[in-house]
């Protein structure tokens, strides 16, 4: 019932820049938050970035600057522009969505199935 399509991965040298894309389909479905997390090799998975509806963003300290969220509501597709990146950034970065059913059911969260990012130096 919800799927996603994520894209714009892949190797960047450090300074570099990539842009993220998540499209979810949700079919009659409403999305409240979307956003980005990430997950190094031996690291728990943290959140990089959140937008909600209504555009409101939040960012974890280590990329603000650097990073960029954004979203197209008429699309359900969430962005992530990355620039100036490092090596530490270096992660599978997973998008999500936060799902409600009905206009006054609860919310539910899904995954995407994560794009691999590696920045040399």
């Known amino acids: 019932q919800v799927q996603f399509v994520e894209s714009g991965g892949g190797l960047v040298q450090a300074g570099g820049s990539l842009r993220l894309s998540c499209a979810a389909s949700?079919?009659?479905?409403?999305?409240?938050?979307m956003g980005w997390y990430r997950q190094a090799p031996g690291k728990q998975r943290e959140l990089v970035a959140g937008i909600s509806s209504r555009g409101s963003t939040n960012y974890v300290d280590s990329v603000k600057g650097r990073f960029t969220i954004s979203r197209d509501n008429a699309k359900n597709i969430v962005y992530l522009q990355m620039n100036s990146l490092k090596p530490e950034d270096t992660a599978i970065y997973y998008c999500?969505?936060?799902?409600?059913?009905?206009?006054?059911?609860?919310?539910?969260?899904?995954w995407g199935q994560g794009t691999q990012v590696t920045v040399s130096s």
């Open positions: 999500n969505a936060d799902v409600q059913k009905t206009p006054t059911g609860p919310i539910f969260r899904y």
């Open positions: 949700v079919g009659t479905f409403s999305i409240d938050t």
